[in-house]
Structures are given as C-alpha cells and as structure tokens.
C-alpha cells in the first residue's frame, strides 16, 4: 500500500455477515473505512491501489473468512489490443457519442437507471432507489469523481458510466444502459471507453474492480487483457479463464456492487 502522511488517526471496522450476492450459499463480510477530511484523496488512492473499492465516501474490500473469491483486477491500458468481438462491438457503437461530464445527478439519468434497474435487478436493493439515492451514488464523493454520457444520434440517452480519477488510472464505479438495446453490448462499450481515455491522458491502469470465477456477473473482466490481480505479493500479472458466450449480452455489463 502507497504511504502517505495521516493528518489524524483513521479506523477500520468489520461489517456484520450477510449473504453473499455473488457465490450462493455464502456469507459476506466487508472491511470499511470513510474517506473523509483532508486525508481523503490520498487514502483513497493508496487503498484503491491495495484492492479497495469505494462507494459513496466509503472504501471497502471483502473480509469475508474462509474464501478469497473476490480477486482485485485492472487493466493494463498500454498491452490491450482489442479481439475481433470487441472490435465488432466498437463498430457496432461507433454512432454513439460520449461526453464526460461532472458528478450531478439528474433526473434524464435516473430515468434510465431505473428502467435498467427494473428490467435487469428487479427485487434488489437499487432496485428501490429513489431519485435522492441515485443522487447520493453520483454525488456523494470526497475524490475526483466524474460521469460519462453515451448518447444516440437523436441526443437519447444510451448508457451512463460513473467513475473516478486516481494518479495512476480509472476506475470503473458504476454503469447503466438503455435495457432495450442489450444486443449493443454496452457495458464492454463502456469499457473501452475507460481504456481509451486512460490512454489518451497517459494513465496507465483501468480498475475494474473484483473478478469472481464462481459468478457469471463477474465473468467479462477476463476478456479485457492484460489484466493484473491484487494479492499477498501486490500486482502480478493474471491470465483467469475466458467465460463461456452466452446469447445475451449481459455478461458484458457489470454489476450493481462492481463496482
């Protein structure tokens, strides 16, 4: 982990158990801690660097006894050279145009966050969001945090990427697309993205949060090589097995928690 000068002291906490959204039939613990004050970039990037995620002005890395599941991976931006799919995606995508823009939610987003959350997590928690929740995922930020809107030629929202910016790469917080047009592929599209841009400012490294061999959710991170695992020696280079294609698309979309 990067070392940096605390300006106060800074406590950890250990999450109660609860079932595990990703492996069935398992619990979930969490390692937390706010990022907050002063020390906040810092910690942030130092952590995001030994694996944590962040959500909202939390970061967070599973904690969870007896199992190592979730495997901290990233992208290595200067190795990737995109295979035939991916390319078959970009061009497929090529009409849709992104624009980055700040962290403010508004209320065109949330419309198609919650047709997405209805037509692909119906039953779960973001689910039952409302408009000050989504507002709350968006805004809610100590680091520098930012949107990217993907939109059609008619100006119609497509898909919706939240993300943050550290010294060292981006990281994927949070996506959401348009349901009706699943067969666009539009959470690799996102991906790309994010490879592209980092590129473009010379940051090495697209985060993309935990792969998990035993959740399907989590399977499209293995297509986006080189990738680098997080583990006891710190970032090595990782080969995981290519998920099986399914007919749907939706492999290719990260989950709610990907965060």
Known sequence: MDHFPLKRPHFFFTT?????????????????TELNGADAEGLHEALSRAGFRRSHSIAYTPACPGCSACIPVRIVVDGFAPGRTMRKIARAN????????PAKATAEQFRLFARYQESRHAGGDMALMGFYDYRSMVEDSPVDTFLIEFRRPDGSLAAVCLADRMRDGLSAVYSFFD?????????TQVVLWLIAQAGEI??????LGYWISDSRKMSYKARFRPLEAFGPEGWR????PLPQRAASSDDDQPPPSAL
């Open 202 to 207: 010379g940051l090495p490294y697209v985060y």
């Open 237 to 240: 280079g990782f080969d995981p």
């Open 16 to 32: 109660a158990p609860l079932p595990c959204p990703y492996v069935a039939g398992r619990l979930e613990r969490k390692i937390v």
């Open 179 to 187: 349901p009706d047009l699943s067969h666009r592929s539009l959470g």
């Open 94 to 101: 090529a009409e849709l145009v992104a624009r980055k823009v």
